[in-house]
């Protein structure tokens, strides 16, 4: 699975530069000097890393073959991806990369199918898990160990104790 980590701006003066937003929580293992990027769309890649330099709380990167600013001009709104194989585990065990929630079975404490994760949704008091429940419907679970007392990886479920009412909205 190809994770996204930054998306390119625009270019950045006229020597190839572009200006990349992160969207990763690990900007400097995911962009290191020689690091080859797969791209989304495909066709746009992959790119090496040539050059980088913080900018504005954004990034500076220049990449092996892009000279100029039309070149880089042609990357504007390319997606750069790293896959999720490459990702090391967290080491935390209460910590977990989205992509390793999505698509868990989210079933209450007596192993009863409340739904499917379909997105971790990550937000400023604590994250909230995007479920697909059982009946079509979306719910939204606070990511606390008080509602979600569980997650299994190997099992490929969450545990959820939710409180009367949260799926009723």
């Known amino acids: 699975m190809q994770l996204v980590i930054g998306r390119?701006?625009?270019?950045?003066?006229?020597?190839?530069?572009?200006?990349?937003?992160?969207?990763?929580?690990?900007?400097?293992?995911?962009?290191?000097?020689?690091?080859?990027?797969?791209t989304e769309p495909s066709s746009a890649g992959p790119l090496t890393i040539d050059g980088i330099r913080p900018h504005q709380g954004r990034l500076l990167?220049?990449?092996e073959g892009v000279e100029d600013r039309e070149q880089a001009d042609e990357l504007r709104g390319v997606r750069?991806?790293?896959?999720?194989a490459e990702v090391e585990p967290t080491g935390d065990p209460d910590e977990f990369h989205d992509f390793e929630l999505v698509?868990?079975?989210?079933?209450?404490?007596?192993?009863?199918?409340l739904g499917?994760?379909?997105?971790?949704?990550?937000?400023?008091?604590?994250?909230?898990?995007?479920?697909?429940?059982?009946?079509?419907?979306?719910g939204l679970v606070p990511f606390v160990s008080a509602i979600v007392p569980e997650v299994d990886l190997a099992g490929r479920r969450v545990v959820l104790t939710p409180p009367e009412g949260l799926f009723d909205l």
Request: some cysteine; hydrophobic content about 40%; proline content about 5%.
């Open 61 to 63: 990167i220049t990449f």
């Open 80 to 84: 750069l991806c790293v896959d999720s």
């Open 116 to 138: 499917e994760v379909l997105r971790v949704e990550h937000n400023p008091g604590h994250d909230m898990l995007v479920l697909r429940l059982v009946d079509g419907r979306q």
């Open 103 to 113: 698509g868990l079975a989210a079933v209450d404490a007596d192993g009863k199918p």
């Open 8 to 38: 390119i701006l625009r270019p950045h003066g006229v020597r190839g530069e572009v200006v990349v937003e992160v969207t990763t929580d690990d900007p400097a293992a995911r962009y290191e000097l020689g690091s080859v990027l797969v």
